[in-house]
């Protein structure tokens, strides 16, 4: 069974700095991408940050380019996001979450995946 449990989040005022987490198991970590997805009050999920399986490259929103960093480690079976200088608007639930096998589309489209988290909530005030 393919388990994907986030942790990390809080609360921090706008400048503030969170490191999330994501422990996967279930599957081979290192054959996979992941991605992490956010969904703030009121709207729609939005794809933040996707990470390849080997950790070579990755990918950012415009949103959150510069302030954002995601990286894995894939002896621990774990993905993270290194959120900088965090903005009022960053407040949302942020999940972790994996595309099926064979998926060939891109990460932006959020209903392409298949498996997420619990999500960890990140609270951004002033």
């Known amino acids: 069974e393919v388990q994907l449990v986030e942790s990390g989040g809080g609360m921090v005022q706008p400048g503030g700095s969170l490191r999330l987490s994501c422990a996967a198991s279930g599957f081979t970590f290192s054959n996979y991408d992941l991605s992490w997805v956010r969904r703030a009050p009121g709207k729609g999920p939005e794809w933040v940050s996707a990470?390849?399986?080997?950790?070579?490259?990755?990918y950012y929103a415009d949103s959150v380019k510069g302030r954002f960093t995601i990286s894995r480690d894939n002896a621990k079976n774990t993905v993270y996001l290194q959120m900088n200088s965090l903005a009022p608007e960053d407040t949302a639930l942020y999940y972790c979450a994996r595309l099926p096998s064979g998926y060939s589309g891109s990460y932006y489209y959020t209903e392409a995946y298949e498996y997420w988290g619990q999500g960890t909530q990140v609270t951004v005030f002033s």
């Open positions: 990470i390849s399986a080997g950790g070579e490259s990755t």
